[in-house]
């Protein structure tokens, strides 16, 4: 079983440009999230979806990140204009519902270094 | 509000010594989940154990066990007969259920298995 697949896996961009990373959940899965991850820090969450719905979105900067999920399956999330500050690690995940005992499972993530 | 703290940023452990990483979580529902996740150095995270917080018993996966302690509100995890390979950042998470649904994480503990 293929797991969540992220790409790309590493992205370099000047300041101000748009930038788009996509995310594969895994099969099935209704779940899927959208994780930041500061060098250090541990993952902190930016959206998440229960199939095509975005059904927590507090943290998302919506301002400059937009995010969508169509039809239920991928995901993509933009960041237009970025920011020196948004040089991060954005992590996707998905699990296969929302029940508490379902683990998710994470693609290893879009390194982002804006200059 | 949730909150997971991990006091520890880095532990190490000789090969083939048991380890414990401490986690404590801060929660005022009653019904939530803790998880423990893996990520070496190639940036994904790796799921390795669960526990409810209505499991009588504690965890256990192979070399992993949670250390449950609800009334401390404690989840350390527990890594016996560590490998090399354990060399990684270990991060505490943990999901309310029926509330936010956030998957939550603490800021994570590097482990060094030295041989």
């Known amino acids: 079983e293929a797991g969540v697949v992220q790409s790309p896996r590493y992205k370099i961009i000047e300041k101000k440009q748009p930038v788009a990373f996509w995310c594969n959940p895994i099969s099935g899965h209704n779940t899927l999230y959208w994780y930041l991850q500061n060098l250090g820090q541990g993952p902190e969450l930016l959206i998440r979806?229960?199939?095509?719905?975005?059904?927590?979105d507090s943290q998302l900067p919506k301002d400059r990140f937009s995010a969508e999920r169509l039809k239920g399956v991928d995901s993509t999330l933009k960041i237009q204009p970025a920011e020196l500050g948004d040089s991060a690690v954005y992590l996707c995940?998905?699990?296969?519902?929302?029940?508490?005992?379902?683990?998710?499972?994470f693609g290893q993530g879009t390194r982002l270094t804006v200059v | 509000a949730q909150k997971i703290t991990q006091t520890q940023p880095g532990m190490f452990v000789q090969e083939k010594e048991a380890v414990t990483l401490d986690c404590t979580y801060d929660?005022?529902?009653?019904?939530?989940?803790l998880f423990w996740y893996k990520q070496p150095s190639s940036g994904e995270m790796i799921f390795l154990i669960y526990?409810?917080?209505?499991?009588?018993q504690n965890a256990t996966e192979g070399r992993y066990s949670l250390n449950f302690q609800k009334a401390r509100k404690s989840a350390n995890l527990v890594i016996s007969a560590s490998q090399l390979g354990d060399s990684a950042m270990y991060f505490c998470?943990?999901?309310?259920?029926?509330?936010?649904?956030?998957?939550?994480f603490g800021k994570g503990t590097k482990l060094t298995v030295n041989p």
């Open positions: 929660t005022s529902d009653q019904s939530y989940g």
């Open positions: 995940a998905s699990s296969l519902d929302r029940s508490g005992n379902t683990e998710a499972f």
């Open positions: 979806y229960e199939n095509e719905e975005a059904v927590d």
């Open positions: 998470a943990m999901r309310e259920y029926g509330g936010s649904e956030k998957l939550v």
């Open positions: 526990q409810g917080s209505y499991d009588e």
